[in-house]
C-alpha cells in the first residue's frame, strides 16, 4: 500500500482493518469447523469446504493485516532454520510417498508460514476477532447438534449433555480459542462483557460435553497463565473480574447438571490415563493404546536413530516422537525446536512483557501445546494454525540495539493493542 494512501486512512478505518485480520486469523486458526459441522462431522474429508475457509481467512490476513516493519536480522533467520528444514524435508517425503492428505496439509503450512513472516500479526484486534467468531461458532454448532446437546449413553433427558462423537474433539480445540478470547475480553481489558459471558458459557458446554481430556488440560493451563504471568488478576479490577467469571462457570455447571458429572468422568480418565501411560495399570484403552505406540516409537529410534524408518512407517499419535521416529533425532529435534522450545521461549515473553494480541497468540500456543505430545502427527494442517502465528509475532519484534535507520513515512501506522 503507498504510503500517501495510508495516510490519508481514518482511525475508524484502521481499526476495521484490523479488526478482519484478526477474523482472518480466527477463520484459520478454527473457522473451518463452520466448513463441516452439517456433514456430521466429516472433518478432515471436507477438504474443499476446509480450503475455502482457509483460503478465506488467509486472504483477509494478507490485505487488511499489518505489513512487517523490522528487517530481517541474522538471529531471526536463524530461528527459522529448524522449521523450515523440517518444512522442506516433510514436504518433499509426502510428495515422494504421493500422500494427498500430508502434501494438502503442509503445503497450507508452507504458505502459511510465509504470511505469518509477511505480516504482523501482532498488531491486528485478535481477542475482538476470536470473541465475535468464537460466539457464532458455538452457536452454530449447538444448533447443528442440538440431539446430542440432549443425548446421554442410555437413554434421553433434559440438561444432559454429551458430545462423543470423536470428530467433536477437534470442534473443541476450535472453540476453546473463543474461550480463551472470552476470558481475556473479560478479565484483562473489561470489554464486551455479557459477549464474553456468553461465549464463556456456550464453550463450557461444549468443551466439557466432548470429555476430552487435553482441552480441558490445554484450557486450565492458558487460563492460569494469562491470570498469573500474563497479568490478569494484577489489572486494574482483574481479580473481581476473575471471581465474576468463576461465578459464571459455576452457574452454568448448576443449569446443566449432567456437565458436573461429565466433568467428573473426565477427570477420572485423566488420573486412569496417567496410570495408563505410566504403565501403573492398563485401566484405560485410549492410553493404554499411546503408551503401546509410545513403546513402539522408542523402539524403532533405538533401531535407526539417526537416519530414522521413513515418512508415517508407523503413525504414533504422538507428535514429538513421530518427528524422531521418521526422520531421526537430528531431523526430529529439529521439530522439537521449531515447535515446542522456541514457541515456549517466545511465549513466556509475550506473557511478562507483550502487547494484548501477543499474549493472546501465547495464550493459544500454551492451549493447544498437549497437541504435542497427546494428538495428531508433526504433519498435520491444525499443528500449524497456533504454531504460526508465535513466529510471526516473534519476528516482528524489535531488536533490542536496531540499527540507525534512515527517515522514512511508516508502511503502517504504529500498533494497536488488540
Same mark, same amino acid.
Not at 523450515?84 to 510417498?97: E, K, N
Not at 473443541?172 to 473489561?190: D, E, I
Not at 493404554?288 to 539417526?306: K, M, T, V, Y
Given at each position: 500500500?503507498?504510503?500517501?494512501?495510508?495516510?490519508?486512512?481514518?482511525?475508524? &478505518?484502521?481499526?476495521?482493518?484490523?479488526?478482519?485480520?484478526?477474523?482472518? +486469523?480466527?477463520?484459520?486458526?478454527?473457522?473451518? *469447523?463452520?466448513?463441516?459441522?452439517?456433514?456430521?462431522?466429516?472433518?478432515?474429508?471436507?477438504?474443499?469446504? *476446509?480450503?475455502?475457509?482457509?483460503?478465506?481467512? /488467509?486472504?483477509?490476513? &494478507?490485505?487488511?493485516?499489518?505489513?512487517?516493519?523490522?528487517?530481517? !536480522?541474522?538471529?531471526?533467520?536463524?530461528?527459522?532454520?529448524?522449521?523450515?528444514?523440517?518444512?522442506?524435508?516433510? $514436504?518433499?517425503?509426502?510428495?515422494?510417498?504421493?500422500?494427498?492428505?500430508?502434501?494438502?496439509?503442509?503445503?497450507?503450512?508452507?504458505?502459511?508460514?510465509?504470511?505469518?513472516?509477511?505480516?504482523?500479526?501482532?498488531?491486528?484486534?485478535?481477542?475482538?476477532?476470536?470473541?465475535?467468531?468464537?460466539?457464532?461458532?458455538?452457536?452454530?454448532?449447538?444448533?447443528? %447438534? #442440538?440431539?446430542?446437546?440432549?443425548? =446421554?449413553?442410555?437413554?434421553? @433427558? !433434559?440438561?444432559?449433555?454429551?458430545?462423543?462423537?470423536?470428530?467433536?474433539?477437534?470442534?473443541?480445540?476450535?472453540?476453546? @480459542?473463543?474461550?480463551?478470547?472470552?476470558? =481475556?475480553?473479560?478479565?484483562?481489558?473489561? #470489554?464486551?462483557?455479557?459477549?464474553?459471558?456468553?461465549? &464463556?458459557?456456550?464453550?463450557?458446554?461444549?468443551?466439557?460435553?466432548?470429555?476430552?481430556?487435553?482441552?480441558?488440560?490445554?484450557?486450565?493451563?492458558?487460563?492460569?497463565?494469562?491470570?498469573?504471568?500474563?497479568?490478569? &488478576?494484577?489489572?486494574?479490577?482483574?481479580?473481581?473480574?476473575?471471581?465474576?467469571?468463576?461465578?459464571?462457570?459455576?452457574?452454568?455447571?448448576?443449569?446443566?447438571?449432567?456437565?458436573?458429572?461429565?466433568?467428573?468422568?473426565?477427570?477420572?480418565?485423566?488420573?486412569?490415563?496417567? @496410570?495408563?501411560?505410566?504403565?501403573? %495399570?492398563?485401566?484405560?484403552?485410549?492410553?493404554?493404546?499411546?503408551?503401546?505406540? !509410545?513403546? +513402539?516409537?522408542?523402539?524403532?529410534?533405538?533401531?535407526?536413530?539417526?537416519?530414522?524408518?521413513?515418512? /508415517?512407517?508407523?503413525?504414533?499419535?504422538?507428535?514429538?516422537?513421530?518427528?524422531?521416529?521418521?526422520?531421526?533425532?537430528?531431523?526430529?529435534?529439529? $521439530?522439537?525446536?521449531?515447535?515446542?522450545?522456541?514457541?515456549?521461549?517466545?511465549?513466556?515473553?509475550?506473557?511478562?512483557?507483550?502487547?494484548?494480541?501477543?499474549?493472546?497468540?501465547?495464550?493459544?500456543?500454551?492451549? %493447544?501445546?498437549?497437541?504435542? $505430545?497427546?494428538? @495428531?502427527?508433526?504433519?498435520?494442517?491444525?499443528? $500449524?494454525?497456533?504454531?504460526?502465528?508465535? =513466529?510471526?509475532?516473534?519476528?516482528? !519484534?524489535?531488536?533490542?540495539?536496531?540499527?540507525?535507520?534512515?527517515?522514512?513515512?511508516?508502511?503502517?501506522?504504529?500498533?494497536?493493542?488488540?
Amino acid at each position: 500500500m503507498p504510503p500517501d494512501v495510508v495516510r490519508r486512512q481514518s482511525p475508524v &478505518l484502521r481499526q476495521w482493518l484490523l479488526f478482519f485480520a484478526g477474523i482472518g +486469523l480466527a477463520l484459520v486458526y478454527s473457522g473451518y *469447523i463452520l466448513a463441516w459441522t452439517q456433514t456430521s462431522g466429516a472433518g478432515e474429508r471436507s477438504f474443499a469446504e *476446509i480450503g475455502v475457509v482457509l483460503a478465506v481467512g /488467509m486472504g483477509l490476513i &494478507l490485505s487488511c493485516g499489518c505489513r512487517r516493519v523490522t528487517p530481517l !536480522r541474522l538471529s531471526h533467520l536463524a530461528s527459522c532454520l529448524p522449521l523450515v528444514l523440517w518444512l522442506i524435508l516433510s $514436504f518433499s517425503a509426502a510428495l515422494a510417498q504421493g500422500d494427498v492428505k500430508f502434501i494438502a496439509w503442509l503445503g497450507f503450512a508452507i504458505a502459511l508460514f510465509g504470511l505469518m513472516v509477511h505480516v504482523d500479526i501482532a498488531r491486528a484486534r485478535l481477542v475482538e476477532a476470536f470473541l465475535i467468531l468464537g460466539l457464532i461458532e458455538a452457536g452454530v454448532f449447538l444448533v447443528f %447438534n #442440538r440431539e446430542a446437546l440432549f443425548a =446421554y449413553a442410555g437413554g434421553r @433427558g !433434559r440438561g444432559r449433555v454429551s458430545f462423543d462423537n470423536p470428530a467433536y474433539t477437534l470442534s473443541a480445540y476450535a472453540m476453546a @480459542g473463543g474461550l480463551v478470547a472470552a476470558v =481475556y475480553s473479560f478479565v484483562h481489558l473489561g #470489554r464486551a462483557k455479557l459477549v464474553s459471558l456468553c461465549v &464463556l458459557a456456550l464453550t463450557i458446554i461444549v468443551i466439557l460435553g466432548t470429555g476430552t481430556r487435553s482441552v480441558l488440560a490445554g484450557v486450565a493451563a492458558a487460563v492460569f497463565a494469562l491470570l498469573t504471568l500474563g497479568g490478569g &488478576l494484577t489489572a486494574p479490577g482483574g481479580l473481581r473480574r476473575t471471581l465474576w467469571g468463576l461465578a459464571a462457570t459455576v452457574s452454568v455447571m448448576i443449569a446443566v447438571p449432567s456437565l458436573q458429572a461429565r466433568l467428573m468422568q473426565t477427570l477420572d480418565l485423566i488420573v486412569t490415563g496417567l @496410570g495408563s501411560l505410566s504403565g501403573a %495399570n492398563a485401566l484405560e484403552r485410549s492410553a493404554e493404546g499411546r503408551r503401546d505406540f !509410545r513403546e +513402539l516409537g522408542l523402539q524403532n529410534i533405538a533401531d535407526s536413530p539417526w537416519f530414522g524408518t521413513g515418512f /508415517m512407517t508407523q503413525q504414533l499419535d504422538f507428535p514429538l516422537l513421530q518427528a524422531c521416529q521418521d526422520f531421526g533425532l537430528f531431523i526430529g529435534s529439529c $521439530f522439537i525446536i521449531a515447535a515446542l522450545l522456541l514457541p515456549a521461549y517466545w511465549s513466556m515473553k509475550a506473557l511478562r512483557g507483550g502487547r494484548h494480541a501477543e499474549k493472546f497468540i501465547a495464550a493459544l500456543f500454551i492451549l %493447544n501445546s498437549p497437541r504435542l $505430545f497427546l494428538h @495428531g502427527t508433526p504433519y498435520d494442517w491444525v499443528t $500449524f494454525t497456533y504454531l504460526l502465528p508465535v =513466529y510471526s509475532m516473534a519476528l516482528c !519484534r524489535a531488536v533490542p540495539k536496531p540499527r540507525p535507520a534512515r527517515q522514512s513515512i511508516p508502511a503502517w501506522p504504529e500498533a494497536i493493542d488488540g
